[in-house]
């Protein structure tokens, strides 16, 4: 038996084996072993530390409450994933929407939707859109607040790396807002003085209202921002995975699960004027 007929009998060997794996890999596309997973056999999910609610309760997402920990694990089960096969990673916000490999298979902390951010980065489609609210102190002189000009004559402060930032700038025209490193810092900032107001998204309003700063309170509602889409999953940029993602997303959203689960956490009494210029 010649040399040359041993060496092609091991190619075309070889080659069987690569197609059987790579069919075997194929096949397993859109299953719980998906070999595109981080971890193929675990659904891998970043969210900050801390979380705060009503988006996660407690700084403890695996416990499933709030509304993005309690729609990971009902987009986890709509995928086939058994609770305990969720694996939650801390990533900060400014992380997450940098350009860049990512350690997990989406990120889910209230990232909105912008086309600045889907250059570097892949979205799933949105799964929430709050609305914006004015939070002031009690007896600030923007609880009668009408209009856009009387929002100028305020300090503001924002978290930095939010669309909150953008915006007091590019809604409100705002251009000399206070920047901290994250919410407790814009409201430490607040209850000390040093600013008059903030921006952020109602349901947060709501909870830091009601239980975090008391003292605070909503002053008005404000007009959504057409550049910013709404809340969705972050990807890798180009992240295979999320057409299956999108499509047990979207089968959430269609059975009305994803309003459920917004009505149990995001929900709130409010009697609060719009100011829409």
């Keep these: 038996m ?4 041993l060496t092609r009998n091991r190619l075309a060997a070889a080659a069987v084996v690569v197609a059987i794996a790579a069919g075997t890999a194929i096949a397993q596309e859109g299953t719980t072993q998906d070999p595109r997973l981080f971890t193929p056999g675990k659904l891998t999910v970043s969210t ?17 409450e709030g509304f993005e920990a309690a729609l990971v694990y009902a987009l986890a089960a709509e995928m086939g994933f058994a609770r305990e096969d969720v694996v939650w990673v801390d990533e900060t916000f400014e992380a997450a929407i940098a350009p860049g490999d990512k350690r997990y298979d989406f990120s889910i902390q209230q990232i909105s939707v912008t086309a600045e951010r889907a250059a570097v980065a892949t979205f799933s489609r949105v799964y929430y859109q709050p609305e914006k609210a004015l939070i002031v102190l009690a007896g600030s002189p923007l609880e009668d607040a009408a209009t856009f000009a009387d929002l100028r004559a305020a300090r503001w402060g924002v978290a930095i790396g939010t669309t909150d930032l953008d915006y007091v700038e590019n809604v409100l025209g705002i251009t000399n807002a206070a920047v901290y490193n994250d919410q407790a810092g814009v409201f430490l900032a607040m209850q000390a003085g040093q600013i008059d107001a903030t921006v952020t998204a109602l349901p947060t309003a709501l909870y830091v209202t009601a239980v975090q700063v008391p003292d605070a309170r909503i002053a008005a509602l404000l007009p959504i921002d057409e550049r910013d889409e709404g809340f969705g999953l972050l990807f890798e940029y180009e992240n295979p995975l999320v057409d299956w993602v999108d499509a047990a997303l979207g089968a959430l959203i269609d059975a009305g699960v994803v309003d459920e689960i917004a009505a149990q956490y995001l929900t709130g009494d409010l009697n609060a004027r719009v100011i829409t210029e």
């Design 48 to 64: 900050s530390d801390p979380s705060y609610p009503p988006w996660v309760l407690n700084n403890d997402p695996a416990a499933g």
């Design 2 to 5: 010649s040399l040359a007929f």
